[in-house]
């Protein structure tokens, strides 16, 4: 089993859908959680760590369940801007990513 | 906000050759960088975690004598990737924690990248 793993998507979604995705770790020493996002070709960028309490950003969402060992990431109001890969980052002693799930938003 | 900036990157070689990548934090010091490769349509996967004045600590699988790593000064780290094959072709980038001495928080930035390809 992967240590983290992710839908590798493509989700295809209008503009203004909402879109969540999971990401489930196999951890449970896991410490610290993270939604990066990357670009075709481009280094991933922090989008939001996630806490236990859940947290917001303005239409983003992040929600971490250690029963289940999973986080998401809820996206509301879709942009085109928002087509891009996203990542699941779980920290013990060291980071570690899922494949990421793409997502493309159509006009 | 912190800058890690990362250089060549493109850099296209004759098999055979050892190729150099430089990962420099502006504005922050590192003790700690780490370098992952990145396949096409793959994750990024851990290679090794640069840690500065000592040796590398590298993933299983990872060929120490192939990717060598030094990091000599808080702000720079090296990936030499030698005798370079096709094979070896991929995107690899370097990230570097700005992290809070106080409250051992920070945020983890990466490098551009550097996309290596072995003729």
């Known amino acids: 089993r992967k240590e983290v793993e992710q839908d590798p998507g493509p989700f295809n979604v209008p503009e203004g859908a909402t879109v969540a995705f999971n990401c489930t770790y196999s951890n449970s020493a896991s410490q610290s959680f993270f939604w990066y996002r990357q670009d075709c070709r481009k280094e991933p960028k922090l989008l939001m760590s996630?806490?236990?309490s859940g947290n917001e950003d303005g239409r983003f969402t992040a929600q971490l369940n250690r029963a289940s060992q999973y986080i998401s990431l809820l996206i509301r109001d879709s942009k085109l801007s928002d087509s891009a890969t996203y990542l699941c980052?779980?920290?013990?002693?060291?980071?570690?990513f899922g494949t990421g799930t793409r997502l493309q938003v159509f006009p | 906000g912190a800058v890690v900036s990362q250089h060549p990157s493109w850099v296209i070689c004759k098999s055979g050759t050892s190729v150099k990548i430089e990962c420099r934090s502006l504005?922050?010091?590192?003790?700690?960088m780490f370098w992952y490769r990145q396949f096409p349509k793959q994750s990024l996967m851990l290679m090794a975690t640069s840690n500065e004045g000592s040796k590398a600590t590298y993933e299983q699988g990872v060929e120490k004598d192939k990717f060598l790593i030094n990091h000599a000064s808080l702000t720079l780290s090296t990936l030499t990737v030698t005798s370079a094959h096709p094979e070896d072709s991929s995107f690899y980038i370097c990230s570097a924690w700005d992290r809070d001495g106080l409250t051992n928080t920070g945020e983890l930035f990466f490098g551009e990248g550097s996309r290596l390809t072995v003729l």
């Open positions: 996630v806490y236990s």
């Open positions: 980052v779980v920290s013990t002693d060291k980071l570690i």
């Open positions: 504005d922050f010091q590192a003790t700690t």
